[in-house]
């Protein structure tokens, strides 16, 4: 398949990129920098593109072709300064609903092309009917957990309103909240799918590794089954 990846240099996106190339896929990578991503992140089967996730038009533009494009957009790099990222998501929250707006609104041209948008955690339901991003109490308690300012808690919101535009629109849309706690590991291929409720493991925690996320991501590449519909894993 020919899949193309917003954010292919991240802590995801570069993993999605190495899971789906090792499975015989065409990818395309979209950098802020293309050209500094096509000098250094040379592999087969792999060509690299710019895009503005904000811009409806850029980002028609690069959908001929793809089959699939999976948008692990965040502002600025996370992958190699994650506290401007943290900054820019707590100055500007509302830049995840416009992004996925732009991706919606691209698709309008391109509609048989699938869209996966990796979002954030803070949306899914923590007990049936509560989500953690509609509390003040539960977000600080979970920010504080992992070692985020408080004033995070807007940038999980945006996440959640993100989810909300995907949820009004009748295009091929899927959502991945990844496990609350998700960070670089071990690709085992062995952990549980879920819906909107996080998937517990048996000491009650939500976790997965960047490398396992990215097996999840390319098994609903490959095998739709969340179309219009948001999935989450954990171990």
């Not at 920098?33 to 087969?44: K, W």
């Not at 085992?188 to 976790?207: I, K, N, W």
């Amino acid at each position: 398949m020919h899949i193309g990846v917003i954010g292919a240099t991240g802590t995801i996106g570069s993993r999605v990129v190495t899971e789906a190339v090792d499975r015989g896929h065409l990818v395309k990578g979209f950098s802020r920098d293309a050209a500094q991503a096509q000098r250094e992140e040379r592999r087969e089967n792999v060509t690299w593109a710019s895009v503005d996730v904000l811009d409806p038009e850029s980002i028609a533009g690069v959908l001929p072709g793809l089959d699939v494009l999976i948008s692990g957009f965040q502002p600025g790099n996370a992958a190699t300064d994650l506290a401007d990222t943290v900054r820019r998501s707590i100055a500007d929250p509302t830049v995840y609903a416009r992004a996925a707006r732009a991706l919606l609104k691209a698709l309008e041209s391109h509609p048989r092309t699938r869209l996966i948008v990796i979002g954030g955690a803070g949306s899914l339901e923590i007990e049936p009917g509560v989500v953690r991003a509609d509390s003040d109490e539960l977000l600080h308690t979970a920010l504080d957990q992992i070692g985020l300012p408080r004033e995070y808690a807007a940038a999980v919101r945006g996440h959640r309103d993100a989810l909300d535009v995907l949820r009004t629109s009748n295009r091929l849309w899927t959502y991945f909240s990844p496990a609350e706690e998700i960070a670089p590991g071990e690709r085992t291929g062995r952990f549980r799918v879920g819906g909107d409720q996080p998937v517990l493991d048996a000491d009650g925690r939500s976790r997965i590794s960047v490398e396992d996320a990215a097996v999840a991501l390319i098994d609903e590449v490959e095998l739709p089954r969340f179309v219009q519909r948001r999935f989450t894993i954990g171990y």
